[in-house]
């Protein structure tokens, strides 16, 4: 196996950049879910998000700490928990889209509606690379662009979600477990 290429599959294997990525957020009720069906639903129960940043991706590890009595020059840690942060994703502002706005507005108009979704990585050929998925989302915040007359930046609004749970699923590994081929 060469450095970037694997020579028995004629896969790169080059690090994807980081700018070339989708979001998509489904109802959580809904039975047409992207998640069941692969097709967000033309019914308004999914939302398609040309996102510019998503931040959050990540799996934290909470350890708790004891000591032992008389033994004063260490401390015991252990496992307990995984929680995850949020996930706040940014775009420019749109004229089309309110999408996140409303969504949060729901909730304190009483119309509770969460959402699953999946943020894909994809390659230079716009191939999914690697797959995050998150369950039972909810915004918690949503911050319109600072207005600055002095200014020349895009304007940017962002959404921040609350969820219950992130996973990862690498394409690669998903191909080769379902053909039976062990990496």
Known sequence: MSLGFDSTTGIRL???LNHNFLVLLAETTSAKSFLVSGIPSPSGDALVGGFTECDGLKMLQEDEKRHEGGLNNTEHRFPT??????????RGV???SQSGWDWLYGFGDGRV???????VLMDQ?????NIWKF???????????KLKATANDVSVE??????????QLSVLQLGTE?????T
């Open 14 to 16: 080059d690090p994807p």
């Open 135 to 145: 369950r039972r989302g909810f915004p918690v915040r949503f911050e319109g662009p």
């Open 178 to 182: 379902t053909l039976g081929v062990s």
């Open 113 to 119: 509606k969460r959402m699953d979704g999946i943020v």
């Open 125 to 129: 050929g716009r191939i999914p690379h």
């Open 158 to 167: 962002t959404l921040e979600i609350a969820h219950e749970g992130l996973w």
């Open 94 to 96: 749109s004229r089309i």
């Open 81 to 90: 928990r995984i929680t995850w942060p949020n996930l706040v994703l940014s």
